[in-house]
C-alpha cells in the first residue's frame, strides 16, 4: 500500500508538470495581454514595455517556464500583475472560501444522496421509491445559477431568513458562517444530490437481487443487519467512484455558485485572473486545483481497497 | 427639451443640496453602520497605484491629497491651505493646514507630503504629471515647495486628478513598495478590514478635522463630515444577488442597478433609485491605419449613417442617457458643443454619397466587439446601421484584454467599441492621451494639426484661453473622425429611504454627509 501511494504521488507530480505546462502555452495562444490591461488604456508603449520587464514577460516562453518551475521548486507561484501580491498569499486568502463551501455542499450530497438512494432501493416501486426517482430527475435537471436565484428570492428577499451573499470566514462568526454557507452549497449540491441517489439506487437494488443476500436472509440474520452489512457495503464500489467525480464537479461548479453569492473563492480568483490575463494567478490556481482532482482520485483508490478487500494495490 | 430639463433640475438638486449640507435644516443621524453592496472588487488598494472605478470609491473617505477636484471637477485645495504659483510658472509653494493628523495619531508635516509626491512619482501609472518636479523642498513643517523644470499651466489640474489620486501618507509608510504602503490616511474614514473580493470595512476616523473654509461637502473636497460608525463594502459581482441582498435589507445601498430592475424598485416604492446621466461616454473608435477606414471620407460615412435617437437608447439598455456631442459634461468650464453637426445625422444618403467619392467597393470593415454588455448592445446597433448603410461589416466577438490589445496595433481592426469614463469627469486636459500623441487611440500618425493644438492648450495659463483651444481640439477630432461618440450614458443607484444625503455625481460614490435614519 505503502508503495502504491508513493508510486501515485509520484505520477501526480508529473501529472501537474504537464499541466502547468500546457496551461502556460495555452495562454500564450490567447491574444490580450496583462501589461495592456494593468497599463489600461491611453498608456504609452514604454509604460506597457516596464510592467512587461517587470514581471518577466518580455523573456522567450521556455525562459518564462524555467522561472516558473523554478520557483515553484521553492514554493514560490510568483506574483500577481494585477494584485502585486504573491501568488501563494492570494490562493491562501481563496482556500478557506471554497474549502468551506465545497466540503459542505460535499457531506450535503454524501448525506442526502446516499441516504435517498439506500431509502428508494428498499422501497423499490413503492411511492417513495417513484418520490426520489422524480425529485432527483428535477434536481438533476435545474441549471444551478437558476436554483441559486430562486433560493435567494425565497429565503432571502421573502422570508429574509439567509443573507443573499457574502462570506463570513468561519473564525470570526461561525453562526454567521454557517448562514452564508447553507444556501449556496445546498445550491451546488442539489444536482450531485440527484445524481448519488439514482447511482445508489441502481447499485443496491442490483446488490440486493444477488443470491448472497438471499442466503443471508434464509440464515435469519435481521433485515437491518443485512442491508448494513452485506448490501451497501457491495453497493458502495461504484458509489465511490463516482464520489470521487462529484468532488471534481463541485470545484468547477463553484465558479458559479461563488459567482452569485458573492464568495470570494479559488473558483471566481480564477475567471477574474483569466479575463485580466492575470497568468502567475491562473498557473497557480489551475495548478492547486489538478493538485486536488490527483489528490481525490488517490483518496478514491486507497477508498477502494477498504470498502472492497478484494481490491490489493502491490 | 427634455434633456435639458432633466440636466436643470438634477443642477438645482444638487445646488440646493449643497446649500444645505452645511446647515443642520435636515436631521442628519450620528452613528449607525452601513453595508453597501458594489459590483466589483478592487485588484490593488496601494494609496498609489488605484486603477479602477471601484478602488477609487474605496480610498476617497481614506486618503486626501494636497489639492482635489470640486463637483465640477475643478481644482480646490484639501490638504494644502493655500497654494501660491510663481511668476514664471516654475515654483509652486503650498502651505499645509496645521491641524491634520493621521489616521495614526501622528501629525501631518511637510515631510511626510515630500515622500508622498515622491512615491506617487515612483509608482502611480499617473507618474507622468512628476516628470517635470525636478525639486520638493520643505523650508518648514507646513510648508512644500515644487520646483519644475519648465511650466506646466495644468499642473494643479493633474495633481487634482482623483484618477490614481496624489494621497498623502506619512513619511514612513511612503517608503514601502508598491502595494506594501499601509492604510493610513487623513481622511474621515480609516480601514478597518480589508478582505480581497469579500469586502473593505472602514469606520469613523474620530481624529478627523474638516476644512473650516468650506459650506459642506464639494466634490472630494469641502467640509467633510462623516456621520456614520462604520461603512462596509460587500463586493457582489452577481446583479441579482446585489438587488436580493438590498431589497431584504442585508444592504442599504447597491450600485449598477440595471434599468429594468430600476423600474421595478421604483414602481415598489421602498427602495430610493438615483440615477447619474453622466457616467461614461460609449463610443465607436476609428483606426486611421487600416483601410478602408484610413480614408478620411469613409469615416466620415460612419459618422453620417448613424442613427443616435434608435442607437443611443439600445447602448444604455433604456437607461440614463443624454444625446450630448461635447467630450465633457454640462457645467464644465471647458463645455463646448464644437463638432455637433457631425454628431447624430442619420443621414445615410450622405454616408452613400461620401462612399462613393471614396470609391468603397464594400471592402471588409472589421468592427471588434468587447464582451461587456455596453460592448454588445453597441456592436449589435452599430452593425446594423452600418449594415443598412451599405458597408460590408465583419464583427469580432472578443474579451475585453483581447479588445484592448486592438488599440495597440495597427492591425486587424477597422472599429472597435470603446468608450470613455473618467476622461470627461477629469477634464480636457485627460483626452490628450486619448487622441493624440503615441498612445491614441485611433492609431493616428502624422497629425500635425492636432499636436499643435494640443501645444497650444498645454501652454494657454488661463480658463478663456483653453476652453477656446479645447473647443477647436474636439472640432477638429469630429472633422477627422477619431471616433463617433454615441452620446452620454449613466447608471442608476438603488438605495434604502432611510439613506440620507446621497447624491450621485461622476466621481466615486461618497458616503462622508450621508447618514442613516433610525
Given amino acids: 500500500m505503502i508503495g502504491f501511494i508513493t508510486k501515485r504521488l509520484l505520477t501526480a507530480v508529473v501529472v501537474l508538470a504537464i499541466v502547468s505546462l500546457i496551461s502556460f502555452s495555452l495562454m500564450q495562444l490567447v491574444p490580450g495581454d496583462p501589461a495592456v490591461v494593468l497599463a489600461g488604456v491611453g498608456a504609452t508603449a514604454d509604460q506597457v514595455e516596464a510592467i512587461r520587464q517587470a514581471y518577466g514577460l518580455d523573456m522567450p516562453l521556455p525562459v518564462q517556464i524555467g522561472r516558473w518551475y523554478l520557483g515553484l521548486l521553492h514554493g514560490d507561484l510568483g506574483r500577481s500583475v494585477l494584485m502585486g501580491s504573491p501568488v501563494t498569499q492570494v490562493i491562501a486568502e481563496r482556500l478557506p472560501a471554497t474549502l468551506s463551501l465545497t466540503a459542505i455542499a460535499f457531506a450535503i450530497s454524501l448525506v442526502v444522496g446516499i441516504a435517498g438512494g439506500i431509502l428508494a432501493a428498499l422501497n423499490q416501486d413503492r411511492w417513495f421509491d417513484r418520490f426520489i426517482l422524480a425529485s432527483s430527475a428535477f434536481g438533476l435537471s435545474i441549471p444551478s445559477f437558476w436554483l441559486a436565484i430562486l433560493l435567494i428570492i425565497v429565503f432571502s428577499v421573502n422570508l429574509t431568513w439567509l443573507p443573499a451573499g457574502g462570506y463570513v470566514p468561519l473564525g470570526r462568526d461561525p453562526l454567521g458562517w454557517a448562514m452564508s454557507m447553507i444556501l449556496p452549497a445546498f445550491s451546488l449540491a442539489l444536482l450531485q444530490i440527484g445524481y448519488l441517489a439514482r447511482i445508489t439506487r441502481t447499485a443496491l437494488v442490483d446488490v440486493l437481487s444477488q443470491d448472497y443476500i438471499r442466503t443471508a436472509v434464509a440464515k435469519g440474520i435481521p433485515h437491518w443487519r443485512v442491508v448494513t452489512r452485506h448490501a451497501v457495503r457491495n453497493a458502495l464500489i461504484p458509489v465511490v467512484t463516482v464520489v470521487g467525480i462529484i468532488f471534481s464537479l463541485m ?61 490489493k494495490y502491490d | 427639451m427634455t434633456i435639458i430639463r432633466r440636466r436643470t433640475l438634477a443642477g438645482l438638486a444638487a445646488a440646493l443640496f449643497l446649500s444645505w449640507s452645511g446647515t443642520p435644516l435636515l436631521a442628519q443621524t450620528v452613528g449607525g453602520a452601513l453595508v453597501a453592496g458594489t459590483y466589483a472588487g478592487a485588484n490593488s488598494l496601494d494609496p498609489h497605484f488605484i486603477s479602477s472605478t471601484t478602488a477609487r470609491t474605496f480610498l476617497s473617505g481614506i486618503f486626501e491629497s494636497l489639492v482635489t477636484v470640486d463637483e465640477n471637477g475643478s481644482p480646490i485645495p484639501m490638504l494644502a491651505e493655500s497654494y501660491d504659483v510663481s511668476v514664471d510658472g516654475l515654483t509652486y509653494t503650498f502651505k499645509l493646514r496645521t491641524n491634520v493628523t493621521f489616521h495614526n495619531g501622528q501629525a501631518l508635516t511637510a515631510t511626510d507630503v515630500k515622500a508622498s509626491l515622491e512615491r506617487f512619482g515612483r509608482i502611480s501609472p499617473e507618474k507622468i504629471i512628476m516628470a517635470t518636479v525636478t525639486g520638493i523642498d520643505t523650508p518648514d513643517d507646513h510648508t512644500v515647495v515644487l520646483t519644475l523644470s519648465e511650466p506646466n499651466p495644468l499642473f494643479i489640474d493633474k495633481l487634482a486628478s482623483p484618477a490614481s489620486p496624489s494621497s498623502i501618507i506619512p513619511a514612513s509608510e511612503a517608503e514601502r513598495e508598491l502595494n506594501e504602503a499601509g492604510f493610513i490616511g487623513t481622511g474621515p474614514y480609516q480601514v478597518a478590514e480589508w478582505v480581497p473580493d469579500n469586502r473593505f470595512v472602514m469606520s469613523k476616523f474620530t481624529g478627523y478635522a474638516p476644512r473650516t473654509d468650506a459650506e459642506g461637502r464639494d466634490g472630494l473636497g469641502g467640509k467633510k463630515t462623516a456621520y456614520l460608525d462604520k461603512v462596509t463594502f460587500l463586493i457582489m459581482p452577481e446583479t441579482s444577488s446585489r438587488i436580493a441582498a438590498l431589497e431584504s435589507g442585508q444592504v442599504q445601498f447597491v450600485d449598477d442597478v440595471p434599468p429594468a430592475t430600476a423600474e421595478r424598485l421604483k414602481s415598489g416604492g421602498q427602495i430610493n433609485v438615483v440615477p447619474l446621466e453622466t457616467f461614461q461616454m460609449p463610443a465607436l473608435v476609428f483606426n486611421f491605419a487600416k483601410a478602408p477606414t484610413s480614408d478620411i471620407r469613409v469615416r466620415q460615412a460612419i459618422l453620417a449613417a448613424l442613427d443616435l435617437n434608435e442607437a443611443l437608447p439600445v447602448v444604455a439598455d433604456n437607461g440614463p442617457s443624454t444625446l450630448d456631442a461635447s467630450f465633457l459634461y454640462a457645467g464644465n468650464a471647458l463645455y463646448s458643443e464644437a463638432g455637433s453637426e457631425y454628431f447624430n445625422q442619420a443621414n445615410v444618403e450622405k454616408a452613400k454619397a461620401l462612399l462613393a467619392e471614396a470609391g468603397y467597393k464594400g471592402e471588409q470593415i472589421v468592427l471588434n466587439v468587447g464582451s461587456l454588455g455596453i460592448m454588445t448592445r453597441m456592436g449589435l446597433v452599430v452593425n446594423e446601421q452600418l449594415t443598412n448603410a451599405g458597408f460590408n461589416v465583419l464583427v469580432q466577438n472578443m474579451d475585453v484584454p483581447t479588445l484592448l490589445s486592438s488599440f495597440t496595433t495597427d492591425e486587424g481592426w477597422n472599429l472597435a467599441t470603446g468608450g470613455f469614463g473618467v476622461q470627461p469627469f477629469l477634464g480636457a486636459y485627460s483626452w490628450q492621451r486619448m487622441i493624440n500623441g503615441p498612445t491614441n487611440l485611433s492609431r493616428s500618425h502624422n497629425d500635425t494639426e492636432m499636436d499643435a493644438l494640443w501645444a497650444e492648450f498645454n501652454a494657454a495659463t488661463d480658463v478663456p484661453a483653453r476652453a477656446e483651444i479645447f473647443s477647436r481640439i474636439q472640432g477638429h477630432t469630429y472633422e477627422q473622425a477619431y471616433f463617433a461618440k454615441m452620446g452620454n450614458v449613466g447608471q442608476n443607484y438603488a438605495l434604502s429611504p432611510k439613506l440620507g444625503g446621497f447624491t450621485s455625481w461622476p466621481g466615486p460614490v461618497r458616503f462622508w454627509d450621508v447618514w442613516l435614519e433610525p
Fill in chain 1, 251 to 311: 470545484l468547477s461548479g463553484s465558479v458559479v455558485i461563488e459567482t452569485v453569492f458573492s464568495i470570494p473563492g479559488l473558483g471566481r480568483l480564477m475567471s477574474s485572473a483569466i479575463m485580466s490575463r492575470d497568468y502567475p494567478v491562473i498557473q497557480g490556481t489551475l495548478l492547486v486545483t489538478a493538485a486536488a482532482f490527483s489528490l481525490i482520485n488517490l483518496l478514491v483508490d486507497i477508498i477502494y481497497a477498504v470498502v472492497d478487500p478484494r481490491v
